[in-house]
C-alpha cells in the first residue's frame, strides 16, 4: 500500500503540500514576519515590500502574518469537523448495517429526515439558534454532515457483513464488540479515508463561508474567510486585498479534493490486487 502510494504522484504532492501548510500553521508565531494583530492606520494599503511581502490592509496589519495565523482556525476548525462527523456517522452507520431491523430503520429514517433539507440552510439556521461562536459552528456542521457519512457507511458495512470472518466470529461466539470494531471497522477503512479527505475541503468552504458572513470566525482573529469578510469593505479601494485568502482557500480545497480522488486510486482493491 505504501509502495502504491508514493507511486502516485498526485497524492504524494498533495499530501505534501498539505503538511507543508500545516506546519506553517503550527509554527506561525515563529514563521510569520509580523505581529498579526498589530494595527498602524498610517501604514495602511503598504505595497508588497520586505516587511511586508503581501501588503497590509485596512488597518495597517501585515496581510502575510495574517494568513498564516489564519491557517490555524480555517484548517483545524475543518479537522476537527471532520473527525466528529467522521466519528458519529461511522458508528451509526455501522450499527444501522450491521445490526439491521429496527435499529437500522430508526438510524436511517433520521438520517432521511436530515438530508431532506438543505444543509446550507439548516448550518445557518442551527448557528442562529445557538448563537454566533466557534464552537456552535463545528457543532452546527457535524449536526448536519454526519448523516450522510451514516449513509455511505452502511452502505460499506453491507458488502462486509455475511462474509465469511464475519460469520465465523459469530460462530465461536465473539461478542458483537469486537466483530464491529475488529472485522467491519477495518473493513471500510480505506472508504473513510477517501470521504474523510474529500469532505474536509467541504468543511473548509463551509467554515470560510460562515466567517465571511459574519456568523464564523470573528475579528480580529485571523481567518482566511473573516479575511475576505473584512476586504469586501475596502474592495473598491484595495481589491487587492481579497486575492490572498481567496487563492489560498481554493488552492488547499483543490488539495484535499485532488488527494481525495488519488486516495481513492491508492486504495482502491481491484488495483491493489493487480
Known sequence: MTKRFLQNRAAVFTSALILVV????????????????????????????LQY?????????CVLSRMIYGIRPTLGLATLTMLGTIGIGALLGIMAGYFRGIVE???MRVVDVMLSFPSQIMVFAVVALLG?????????????????????????VLQYR??????????????????LFRHLLPSITSDLVVLASLDIGWAIINISTLSFLGLGVQAPTPEWGAMLNEAKEVLTSNPV???????????????FNLLGDAMRDVLDPKEVKQ
Not at 506546519?23 to 505595497?47: H, L
Not at 466470529?169 to 464488540?177: I, K, Q, Y
Not at 486575492?243 to 480545497?253: E, K, M, S, T
Open 22 to 49: 500545516a506546519c506553517i500553521g503550527i509554527f506561525a508565531p515563529i514563521i510569520a514576519p509580523n505581529d498579526p494583530y498589530e494595527t498602524n492606520i498610517i501604514n495602511k494599503f503598504a505595497e508588497y515590500s
Open 53 to 61: 511581502p503581501l501588503g497590509t490592509d485596512q488597518l495597517g496589519r
Open 105 to 107: 430503520e430508526v438510524i
Open 132 to 156: 454566533i461562536n466557534v464552537q456552535n459552528v463545528i457543532i452546527a456542521n457535524v449536526f448536519i454532515k454526519w448523516a450522510w457519512y451514516a449513509r455511505m457507511i452502511r452502505t460499506g
Open 162 to 179: 455475511d462474509r465469511n470472518f464475519v460469520q465465523f466470529s459469530r460462530c465461536v461466539g465473539m461478542p458483537e464488540r469486537f466483530i
Open 241 to 255: 486585498q481579497m486575492i490572498a485568502p481567496g487563492v489560498a482557500i481554493v488552492v488547499l480545497v483543490c488539495c
